[in-house]
Structures are given as structure tokens and as C-alpha cells.
């Protein structure tokens, strides 16, 4: 089974703190993804990945950046937190080949809560 | 732009009573289409997807989902609900060269009352 790791599953920050979200994979897949979860939103993505050091940016990329320094390893960074990013975040890898089956797994989310 | 539309935010049914939960999608070639299902204080796990050939596809849980093209519809369906069904229920499409991006409806929660 593919397992998706993130490692904080709730956080409490204030505003201006720097916040960094781990999201770990067991296995060599190459696509990894950031989305927030918001209410009657659904999921958006924020960022993500197709191999190591690279990354791309998706549909609300503001106020986050991504690091990816080795393939099962792909973070999150609130460079300074505020509240309006107070979400449920969720880190999700493809598997299969890029032009593969396009199927996500997920991680069960890191709730933040950005006073 | 491409887009998904779940137009129903939240349905209650009785257990052991079908379902059918409506997703549109706008997306101009032909698209990967996903049902995935998210419990409480959980991820999300795939029910099922669509890429080609038969239109009616088979999910776990008992879950199908048929695609019409000409609807651009990729509507949910179970024929007996059970309890354990209460959830939330996330259409997607993915899309962009490669397959990289999946976009998601804004999800449909289910209630299932006695």
C-alpha cells in the first residue's frame, strides 16, 4: 500500500511565524502535491512537485512556498503565517508513470489554526 | 477555464435507500474523472475513475459512476446506502499536459439518517 505521511496533525501558530508542513512518502513516486481544504472550497492546489528540486506552482500559490531537497520529502513553507490561512492542508503523491493513471493518495491532513 | 461542479453541498438519505450524487465537469479534451470519499479527520481514498472505454465504471464499497459526454456529467450511484456511508464525496478531474493537475468540486456531504 502506498502510505503518505504528514507529520503535524494539528498545529497552532500566530500570526508572522514561520510554519513549515512535512509531508513524507515511503515509496520512489515522483508527483507530489500541496492542497488546502476549506469549506464548500473543496481542495485547492497550492503547489507541487515532478521530481526532486523541481516544483510548480498550481492555482493559489500566494503567501506559500515548497522545497523538495529528496524524492520522499516534499514541504510546505508559510513564510509568515496569517489567518486566512487557518486550513486543513493535505499532501497527496501521484502514482503510476506522470501520463499514468492520475490517481492521488493522501495523507490524512494537517489542520492549522493561525491565531 | 476547466472547472468542476458538485451542485448539491450536502444530502441526507435513509440507509438502505439509493444515491446519486451529481458531478459536471468543463474541461474542452477528453478528462480523467475521479469520485474519491473522505471520512472524518481523514484523507481522502479513491472510490473510483474513468479514463476510457466502458462509461458505466465499478468503485469499491459498491460504488458506480457512469460517464455521459454528452452531459459532461460523471454522476455518483449506489443502489442501497449503508450507515458507514456518511461522508464526504469529492469529485475531480485531472488535467494538463502530463496529467499533473487534479482539480476538485467543492464536495458533497452525505447523511445517512435510520
Known amino acids: 500500500d502506498v502510505k503518505v505521511t504528514q507529520s503535524s496533525r494539528y498545529l497552532v501558530k500566530r500570526t508572522g511565524e514561520k510554519v513549515f508542513l512535512e509531508c513524507v512518502q515511503d515509496?520512489?513516486?515522483?508527483?507530489m502535491f500541496w492542497y488546502r481544504q476549506d469549506p464548500g472550497l473543496g481542495l485547492r492546489l497550492i503547489y507541487f512537485s515532478y521530481d526532486v528540486k523541481m516544483k510548480e506552482k498550481g492555482d493559489i500559490p500566494e503567501g506559500y512556498s515548497v522545497s523538495r531537497e529528496k524524492k520522499e520529502r516534499f514541504s510546505l513553507i508559510l513564510e509568515s503565517a496569517s489567518t486566512n490561512q487557518t486550513s486543513m492542508y493535505l499532501c497527496?503523491?501521484?502514482?503510476?508513470?506522470?501520463?499514468?493513471?492520475?490517481?492521488?493518495?493522501f495523507g490524512e491532513g494537517s489542520r492549522l489554526t493561525v491565531l | 477555464a476547466q472547472s468542476v461542479t458538485q451542485p448539491d453541498i450536502h444530502i441526507t438519505v435513509s440507509e438502505g435507500a439509493s444515491l446519486e450524487l451529481r458531478c459536471n465537469y468543463s474541461y474542452g479534451a477528453t478528462p480523467y474523472l475521479f469520485w474519491y470519499v473522505q471520512s472524518p479527520g481523514q484523507g481522502l481514498q479513491l472510490l473510483l475513475k474513468?479514463?476510457?472505454?466502458?462509461?458505466l465504471v465499478q468503485g469499491i464499497k459498491g460504488f458506480e459512476a457512469e460517464f455521459k459526454r454528452s452531459q459532461s456529467s460523471f454522476n455518483l450511484r449506489k443502489p442501497s446506502v449503508h450507515w458507514s456511508d456518511a461522508a464526504e464525496y469529492f469529485c475531480a478531474v485531472t488535467r494538463g499536459a502530463g496529467g499533473f493537475k487534479t482539480i476538485f468540486g467543492a464536495g458533497t456531504r452525505l447523511f445517512v439518517k435510520a
Open positions: 497527496a503523491i501521484r502514482a503510476g508513470t506522470s501520463r499514468g493513471t492520475g490517481e492521488l493518495f
Open positions: 515509496m520512489d513516486h515522483e508527483n
Open positions: 474513468y479514463f476510457s472505454g466502458d462509461t
